[in-house]
């Protein structure tokens, strides 16, 4: 079952606010193992924002499979999320909401992060286990429609030509990442749902939903009309 944000209510003489950043990366040394790859200048303009960081000083490992703890850690950074605004009774630890967390470990602000702003992941998470293609997506494709309010978009589904090995629950977030151009088929039609991701694609999916959503921004809210509601 997956976990919910823990919003603790006000009202302790104990309480303390935590102003745990959402972009958690090394100084912007450019990258010098990218060579010719596709989402080079994608990960570059990523890397200029912050949203990514490398494995060490100058390296970004574009071929690495990219783990759940990276890969919750971009989604995080890539929505600017953080806990600025939240107040809490204690001081949360990445444990109280995954419990194969490890509380000292580098990803922890981006678990407790994630946790409190509702991005639903189980509470088993293995932080350290490899993601596939289609965990990855889904994953995103859920984040961001829950916290930039895209438009409703009709739906005609792509004929996938492995959608049988898609998992019934990431489905409609995979058809509705290739609609957005987050993700493409093969030349075959496939999605390989199975498959690890790279670092590589990773970021592509990053850089590829960040464009969509500047091109649809959410309609503008009419406060005057709001309040008469």
């Known amino acids: 079952m997956a976990i919910k944000s823990k919003m603790i209510s006000l009202g302790s003489a104990a309480v303390i606010t935590l102003t745990l950043a959402g972009h958690s990366f090394a100084a912007a040394i450019p990258f010098t193992d990218l060579g010719d790859i596709n989402a080079k200048e994608k990960i570059l303009v990523l890397q200029e924002k912050g949203y990514v960081k490398g494995v060490a000083d100058g390296l970004f490992a574009p071929n690495s499979v990219i783990t759940a703890a990276e890969g919750i850690q971009l989604i995080v950074n890539a929505l600017e999320l953080n806990l600025d605004t939240v107040r809490f009774i204690k001081e949360p630890k990445a444990t109280d909401y ?19 702003n509702g991005l639903e992941f189980p509470n088993d998470l293995d932080p350290s286990q490899e993601w596939t293609r289609e965990e990855f997506t889904y994953h995103l494709i859920k984040a961001v429609e829950a916290h930039s309010n895209l438009p409703m978009i009709k739906i005609i589904p792509a004929d996938i030509t492995d959608g049988d090995q898609i998992t019934m629950d990431y489905s409609g977030a995979i058809q509705r990442a290739l609609i957005y151009g987050v993700v493409q088929l093969d030349a075959e039609g496939k999605f390989n749902p199975r498959a690890k991701i790279s670092r590589e694609e990773a970021a592509g999916q990053i850089y590829n939903v960040l464009e969509y959503i500047k091109a649809h921004p959410a309609p503008a809210i009419d406060l005057e009309e709001a309040a008469t509601e």
């Open 98 to 116: 995954y419990t194969k967390a490890n509380d000292d470990a580098w990803y922890a602000g981006a678990l407790i992060i994630a946790a409190v």
